[in-house]
């Protein structure tokens, strides 16, 4: 996701935080600071966030977790002010394994809240009292009722919550996944419009939610939509197999001629016969802006880079396509055979739509 950095990797997946999320983080401090004028006020506002924002962390980890044990990997956790979002490079077509991803991470937030209301007994701490007490037992006892209000609130029928997932688990049992899709996302979308209207009268961040809500159905059922589409469709099918690579110590001045004169935008990088990295025309205006034109690219290609084999089915590796639009390496038998453009698969899913009954 752009404008976020990785902080952490953990079991192969990137933890990363989008810039959004340390705004969320300086207002806090400043709105803590201005309230109680003391600095000490603004430090515990923003480790009171941080303790949430790792609950959440969590949570995603639940998510991923559980969905390595069906063969899914995770490709990153996000930290947004929204709160975490797991970059699953897809989601199984049974509805079993849909349904135990999506109860995952609840679960995760249940174990936390069970966890922290077993410290509070331990000190004598009642939920009666909690908001009377001080120091550590005031600051477990606002973390556990906070994620008690994101569980609750997760688990509301609506994409991207949780519940939507689940929602859409349980329809897939006795209907088309496409079908219970569009079920669950209009389903959202009504929890959405009660959302925005809720907004307008008492809380106007319920209206920005709801906004995200609404949006976040539609995404759903497009994505949908497309793999229907795409269902059938292999890799070997969409890929571009006429493609060049260039040698790891070409020059940036001469990559950027060579993306500039042609069609292709990414290459695979080759030193000594082996494909070392992935080169994309954003790796090239960033090099050129940073680096002089004479560096080699082996500088700043990317070394790690999605592929996909020849075989498998394209709506399984659309989440593999990276987020900036480059290409994914195509291999069949482990020997390079093409490259899968993004470009390339909307021609495709264009003429599949002008053909529906499978003419191209």
Do not use: C
């Not at 995952?104 to 939920?127: E, M």
């Not at 009666?128 to 569980?151: E, K, P, R, Y």
């Not at 090239?284 to 034109?293: D, E, M, T, Y």
């Amino acid at each position: 996701m752009r404008w976020s950095w990785t902080v952490a990797r953990i079991k192969g997946i990137d933890v990363d935080i989008h810039a959004t999320f340390l705004l969320l983080l300086a207002w806090i401090a400043l709105a803590d600071y201005q309230q109680a004028h003391t600095v000490s006020a603004a430090v515990v506002g923003v480790l009171l966030t941080l303790a949430i924002f790792l609950s959440v962390v969590l949570h995603e980890f639940g998510h991923a977790l559980m969905a390595a044990r069906f063969g899914v990997k995770t490709k990153s956790i996000t930290l947004l002010p929204i709160g975490g979002v797991a970059r699953l490079e897809r989601m199984p077509s049974r509805p079993r394994e849909e349904l135990l991803i999506a109860l995952a991470g609840p679960v995760v937030t249940v174990a936390i809240i069970a966890v922290l209301y077993l410290a509070l007994l331990l000190g004598k701490v009642s939920l009666a009292s909690a908001a009377q007490t001080h120091g550590i037992w005031l600051f477990l006892a606002q973390v556990m009722w906070v994620n008690v209000i994101l569980a609750i609130f997760n688990l509301l029928p609506a994409f991207p919550m949780d519940g939507g997932r689940i929602l859409r688990a349980i329809l897939a049992f006795r209907m088309s996944r496409a079908r219970a899709t569009l079920v669950a996302a209009r389903v959202g979308r009504g929890f959405a419009i009660a959302m925005g209207i809720a907004g307008l009268l008492w809380n106007p961040m319920l209206a920005v939610i709801a906004v995200f809500v609404w949006l976040a159905a539609g995404q759903e059922a497009a994505m949908e939509q497309l793999k229907t589409t795409l269902r059938g469709v292999s890799v070997a099918d969409a890929m571009v197999s006429g493609f060049d690579t260039m040698p790891a110590d070409e020059s940036l001045a001469a990559a950027a001629s060579r993306i500039a004169q042609g069609f292709q935008h990414d290459f695979p990088v080759v030193d000594h016969g082996h494909i070392v990295g992935m080169l994309s025309r954003s790796d090239v205006r960033r090099g050129l802006a940073a680096a002089s034109p004479d560096t080699p690219i082996a500088e700043v290609m990317h070394r790690r880079f999605p592929t996909a084999d020849a075989g498998e089915e394209l709506d399984a590796v659309l989440g593999r396509l990276p987020p900036d639009g480059s290409a994914v390496l195509v291999t069949a038998h482990d020997h390079p055979v093409g490259l899968l453009d993004p470009r390339h698969i909307e021609e495709l899913l264009a003429m599949r739509q002008a053909h529906p009954r499978g003419a191209v």
